[in-house]
């Protein structure tokens, strides 16, 4: 009897263990696989390729995660020339003072999609005070996009130029960098690519698209229509008024992203503006809020129309927190 | 074999069966633990000429933020007693927008109370749970027209229920003219149709369009019943809009084709003059050399 | 009296001396050092410079419009002096047509440099804007540079002849350009009808052209909006200030050619005296223009005005603006009032002030009106706010100048300084009626 337990007893021990072991490896296996990283893709090329995120920091990714997106919709070609315009328009913004409070969404937008990368904005807010006893406000300044530009004017070759919609717009393939045009603009709009601009690979997507034949209906290239796409070196760049998001029934980066409704732009000849929200006879608006042209004695006929700061919907003192003074394009860490 | 033994031979596979079995559906639950809710919105369209849409927009709150689902695969269905009878495929785009189209309310069909019934479903990937979204709505019409009375203006508009043609009263309408980015109002903001579903709003003098042309829109804005609905009229009761530009004109800030005509006589006379005495300069030179 | 012989025996050009090898050593060096920062330059772009969208013209620009300056010269001593039959001229005129020739070569250099896309220069051939004074500006200095060749060459040819005769034995090669360069001149009736006649030519159309490149260069500034600039005044300041700053090369030039060659039999103190006098006259003037363009604004000034006008009498650019008035035009109009002041050293010392005063005002033009905008200046590195050349500039500023000097040590080194056949037909005056006048 003593053996028949033994052998029982070691039998059991015998299969515990091996259950024991099983169960070990069963285990293991099981913490394995709920830990599989599920984004892992097996085809890692191993590339690495800098893209620029959505809140304008430049980032490393791998090649291979790096989709094309198609930016245009299929109503988007008015098939008119760069260097006449969209026909029948006239592109005007009003700038309402009153609401502005610094909050730099318009800078923001703008740089990220024009992928600015210098030190110089396209759109600025500026602190303003005319005299010592007057009040202080914010002032954001586009380019004003001026109906007898000086900046053309002087241009010796051509390379920017004024279209029939009202737009003034750089071709940076024909620029010299003479700069004659930024000595010229009295509204100090225009920036410089003083060197290489860092825009990261905005452009290996045009060149993909350009070899694509798939593609090639679609125009992702470079064009006086989407300024900074890409910057050149030694050549201008200024606000361009966003005509490639006109195209697609979008109003300007700028207006879109303003969080106060300080931007509203539309056509002047259809008498109407939008800020996203309100949409209002631009006529009435310039009567009932009294606007103005900034230095208009100059007689450049800018198209962008200031409301004063009257009844104000937010205090200046807001938007110090805000405020840098020197500086306007955020770099990455 | 003994009883224990077999006992222990049965147990073991069997404990090994549970283990596989916790192991697979420990796999399941791990991809399920992982995924995010998606959210569907669809939005029903129609406009009078025809054609009907849906708006699907797809997001998700992930990390507390709402990001747009883009590039998803999502199916249409019309559901009829029941029964999903598939309409099409709709793929958003980087917004995470699609809008189906279909060319007119026939191509669906509604059941026995008159009141369509659309489902839009999104079947899931490997970052988000699958979600549907199922709207109802019955069919109405707006007819709109363009009268002049006392030298006024007025668009009027007339609300039927599509089925039945009865007016349907105390609904909200809403007037604007076409613009480019977005339309601008004529008249209150909300319009009630009356008894007879009609409504009656003044055109303002002086809205400028093209050539004088103004197409105007009456809009019944997502109501709960019918979407929404948009008629739209064209008359020529706008001002025509003068073309300011100098593009065509020659100014000092014309492109080069389009100079000024007294700057390009005096540039080229001043060249002409100066390099008609070098010239002559030249050959003197030459006539030296050979004397 | 000296015989012709002797005369071309003093004014003909000699080998480079040990001075002479030094110090174009020395500039080959600087020119050099210069080439190194514009390659630097083309490869990372125009960051290399202290320039920013405020300053966005520095001292390259004021390079330019002071080789401009300096190569009007050429109409003021041989087509202004001649229309008022001022016969001292002679020995002159040749150095101040290589100072004109050099000058404007240089300029048009000068400004392909501060070119953001010099590989684009010839857009402004191809796609050229009427409507721009940068186009105007790319039409008349090639006009000039080819009349101001013209100015110094058809004079020249009676002079190569003679210099191809006198190196016929001891450097026969020289002898052989110096024949081809003269165009087979012999003297003969026919030739000197036609040089007579193509000389008054270039003489009389040299200088409306001098006065529009100089206006031309004034417009580059005054058609902009910018505060110091935007002046009715700026045509006629920009010619005077042409006018001081090319006597005052002219003067300094003059008495170093003078002492390298030992010309003092030809360049006499009296002809320092005229110069003097010219230079003095030269400085009125541009000093009645300074007066008409930063002292009157003074008296009634927009506030835009104001801060200009403040920045230059009492702010940051103070010293430099006060340095090239008094120091630029007051003391040397004080020193040469007296007739110690018109002798030969101090005119060199007073030359040699006007002319680095000269390039000094012109950074006074550029750089203060740029950094007070109309708006002010914000959202931009505080650094912006100032601005001073970085090396590259001062290297390539150099090297601009250096190369200057290194066309006129070349070119002096092979003509004759003052003329021969002029200088020997002028002395025949006084025997004979026939001579070539120019």
């Known amino acids: 009897m003593e053996n028949k337990n033994k052998n029982s007893r070691r039998k059991f021990l015998d299969k515990g263990l091996k259950l024991g072991l099983v169960t070990a490896i069963g285990g293991i296996g099981l913490s394995k696989l709920s830990c599989k990283p599920e984004t892992e893709s097996d085809t890692d090329t191993g590339e690495k390729m800098e893209l620029m995120t959505t809140d304008g920091t430049i980032i490393q990714v791998d090649a291979s995660e790096v989709m094309d997106v198609d930016h245009h919709t299929k109503e988007d070609h008015d098939n008119h020339d760069v260097r006449e315009g969209i026909p029948n328009r006239k592109f005007v913004m009003v700038v309402d003072l009153a609401k502005c409070k610094n909050a730099l969404a318009c800078q923001s937008a703008c740089n990220k999609h024009h992928y600015v990368t210098g030190d110089n904005a396209w759109i600025k807010v500026y602190k303003m005070q005319e005299a010592q006893d007057t009040a202080p406000y914010w002032m954001p300044v586009t380019c004003q996009h001026c109906d007898q530009p000086a900046c053309v004017t002087v241009c010796p070759v051509d390379a920017t130029f004024k279209r029939k919609d009202g737009l003034v717009l750089i071709d940076n393939t024909r620029c010299i960098g003479c700069r004659f045009c930024m000595a010229a603009c009295p509204y100090s709009i225009r920036v410089f690519n003083w060197s290489e601009p860092d825009q990261g690979e905005i452009t290996l997507n045009m060149d993909m698209d350009m070899n694509d034949p798939a593609h090639a209906a679609h125009e992702v290239h470079a064009s006086p229509e989407h300024a900074g796409v890409p910057s050149v070196k030694g050549t201008v760049d200024k606000c361009d008024f966003c005509p490639h998001a006109i195209q697609n029934n979008e109003l300007p980066h700028c207006v879109s992203a303003c969080p106060n409704g300080v931007f509203y732009f539309g056509d002047k000849y259809e008498d109407t503006v939008t800020n996203g929200e309100e949409t209002l006879r631009l006529s009435k608006l310039l009567e009932d809020k009294a606007g103005y042209r900034f230095m208009d004695e100059l007689g450049t006929k800018p198209s962008v129309y200031y409301l004063p700061p009257t009844d104000r919907l937010v205090d200046f003192e807001d938007g110090l927190e805000n405020y840098n003074e020197f500086q306007s394009v955020e770099k990455p860490e | 074999m003994s009883k224990d033994q077999i006992k222990l031979r049965f147990i073991f596979p069997a404990l090994l069966g549970v283990l596989f079995f916790f192991m697979g559906s420990a796999n399941l639950f791990a991809q399920k633990a992982k995924k995010n809710k998606a959210r569907i919105n669809v939005e029903y369209v129609k406009l009078m000429n025809g054609k009907i849409f849906f708006n699907i927009k797809a997001s998700s709150r992930v990390n507390k933020e709402t990001i747009a689902l883009s590039d998803i695969d999502l199916t249409v269905y019309n559901v009829l007693d029941d029964e999903d009878n598939e309409l099409g495929t709709a793929r958003t785009n980087a917004k995470g927008e699609s809008s189906f189209s279909l060319n007119s309310i026939n191509a669906i069909k509604a059941d026995s109370t008159d009141t369509y019934h659309i489902l839009v479903a999104f079947a899931g990937n490997d970052a988000f749970k699958k979600a549907k979204k199922s709207i109802e709505f019955k069919d109405a019409n707006i007819e709109a027209k363009i009268i002049t009375k006392d030298s006024v203006n007025y668009v009027t508009a007339v609300l039927t229920d599509a089925k039945t043609n009865e007016p349907i009263a105390d609904q909200s309408l809403k007037v604007q003219v076409q613009r480019l980015f977005k339309p601008l109002r004529i008249g209150k903001e909300f319009n009630s149709t009356d008894e007879a579903g009609a409504i009656s709003v003044a055109v303002e003098e002086g809205i400028p369009g093209l050539d004088g042309n103004l197409t105007l829109e009456v809009v019944l804005n997502e109501s709960d019943d019918y979407g929404t609905i948009k008629s739209m009229v064209t008359g020529n009761i706008g001002v025509a809009f003068v073309d300011e530009s100098t593009y065509d004109q020659r100014t000092m800030w014309s492109p080069r084709g389009k100079t000024p005509y007294f700057l390009l006589f005096l540039t080229y006379s001043g060249i002409f003059v100066a390099w008609g005495f070098i010239v002559y300069l030249f050959i003197n030179l030459f006539k030296l050399s050979k004397s | ?438």
């Open chain 3, 1 to 438: 009296m000296k015989t012709k012989e002797q005369h071309i025996q003093s004014l003909i050009p000699k080998k480079f001396n040990k001075i002479e090898i030094i110090w174009m050593s020395f500039l080959l060096l600087i020119i050099f050092a210069g080439f190194l920062a514009y390659v630097d330059q083309l490869i990372n772009g125009l960051e290399v410079t202290n320039l920013n969208d405020y300053s966005l013209w520095g001292i390259y620009i004021s390079n330019f419009v002071f080789f401009v300056a300096t190569s009007f010269v050429g109409s003021a001593t041989v087509a202004i002096l001649r229309l008022t039959k001022n016969e001292w001229r002679t020995p002159l005129v040749r150095i101040a047509e290589i100072i004109s020739l050099a000058a404007i070569a240089m300029a048009g250099i000068t400004i392909v440099i501060d070119l953001g896309r010099p590989d684009r220069m010839l857009n402004t051939f191809i796609y050229a804007r009427f409507q721009s004074p940068i186009t105007w500006d790319v039409i008349i200095i090639p006009t000039y540079l080819v009349v101001s060749f013209l100015l110094l060459y058809f004079p020249l040819l009676p002079d190569l002849a003679i210099m191809k005769k006198y190196y016929e034995k001891s450097s026969p090669k020289l002898s052989k350009w110096y024949g081809k360069l003269s165009l087979n001149w012999t003297g003969n009736e026919a030739q000197k009808a036609l040089l007579q006649k193509s000389v008054t030519i270039v003489a009389i159309l040299i200088l409306p052209l001098g006065l529009i490149l100089q206006t031309i260069d004034a417009w580059l500034f005054s058609t902009t909006y910018r505060i110091g600039w935007k002046s009715t005044n700026f045509g006629p300041y920009f010619i005077s200030g042409a006018f001081v700053a090319g006597i005052g090369a002219l003067v300094v030039s003059i008495y170093f050619v003078r002492k390298m060659k030992n010309l003092e039999d030809y360049i006499t103190d009296f002809h320092f005296d005229k110069l003097g006098k010219l230079m003095a006259l030269a400085c009125m003037i541009y000093l009645y223009f300074n007066v008409n363009e930063y002292l009157i604004p003074a008296y009634a000034s927009t506030l835009n005005e104001e801060t200009h006008l403040n920045t230059l009498f009492t702010g940051h650019y103070s010293t430099i603006f006060w340095f090239v008035t008094i120091g630029g035009l007051i003391i040397p109009i004080f020193l040469l009032m007296f007739k110690k002041g018109r002798k030969p050293l101090p005119m060199l010392l007073i030359g040699l002030l006007v002319v680095v005063a000269s390039w000094w005002k012109r950074y006074i033009i550029v750089t203060p009106t740029l950094l007070h905008p109309y708006l002010p200046i914000q959202g931009v590195p505080e650094s912006w706010r100032e601005y001073f050349p970085s090396l590259h500039e001062w290297l390539i500023t150099a090297s601009n100048l250096a190369t200057a000097l290194l066309i006129f040590t070349l070119l002096i080194r092979y003509l004759p300084v003052v003329p021969i056949q002029r200088t020997i037909d002028e002395e025949a005056l006084l025997t004979t009626d026939k001579k070539i006048e120019s």
